[in-house]
Structure formats: C-alpha cells, structure tokens
Nanobody, 127 residues
C-alpha cells in the first residue's frame, strides 16, 4: 500500500533549483520513520540521494549531491523535503521517497527492498 506521495518534480535548466516534497497519506505519520530520497534513471539501479533519521536530526547525503541538496523533515506536517540546488543534467532521474520504521538511514540504504516507497516524481535538468 503506497502511503507516500511525492510532488515538486519538473524540468529545470542547469544551475537551477527544485524542491521536492513527500507527504504521508492522511492518517499516516512519518514521526517514527527514517526518511530518504532515492533516484533512478532508466537502465540503472536506484541510488541513494539523501536521508534523515527519525531521532536526533541526523542527515546523510550521497557524495554526488553533498553541498547542493538538503533534506529536511517537518514531522508536524508529516512531510519530508528535498531542496535541490545547482542542478546538473546528471541529476535527471525519477526521484522516490522512502520510509523505514524505526530504522537507521544506513539500514534503508543497505536493505532498500524493505522500505516503503512513493510512486516517484520526475526531474529533468536540461537546457
């Protein structure tokens, strides 16, 4: 059952910015979930982009996006965000929101098959 809904994707020029949102369905909460963003391009495996722990406020990033992307979570709104700046064509992908109950972000990455997933939102970076 899909209970994560992504939004905010679109087409942007290189150097531009986008903010993705991932909201929990009504009646669901993200408060005890590690939250993450992954992305996938056709013909490649889904890759980790950013993660936010469910306690302590810790965040983690793939090396390819460090310094350009920022993940944040608003537990009051049951929403997680991905602010993406200085986008390049290599960031073009379908971006997926992921959730894992009471787990570490590292666990989400190591065993992604057990994550809950949204349906994805497409990001295209092109001039």
């Amino acid at each position: 059952q899909v209970w994560l809904v992504e939004s905010g994707g679109g087409t942007v020029q290189p150097g531009g910015s986008l903010r993705l949102s991932c909201a929990a369905a009504p009646g669901r909460t993200i408060q005890t979930y590690a939250m993450g963003w992954f992305r996938q391009v056709p013909g490649k495996e889904r890759e980790f982009v950013a993660g936010a722990g469910w306690k302590g406020g810790s965040t983690y990033y793939a090396d390819s996006v460090k310094g350009r992307f920022a993940i944040s979570r608003d537990n009051a709104k049951d929403t997680v965000y991905l602010q993406m700046n200085d986008l390049t064509p290599e960031d073009t992908a379908v971006y997926y929101c992921a959730a894992r109950s009471r787990a570490a972000v590292a666990t989400m990455v190591r065993d992604s098959t057990s994550n809950s997933w949204g349906q994805g939102t497409s990001v295209t970076v092109s001039s």
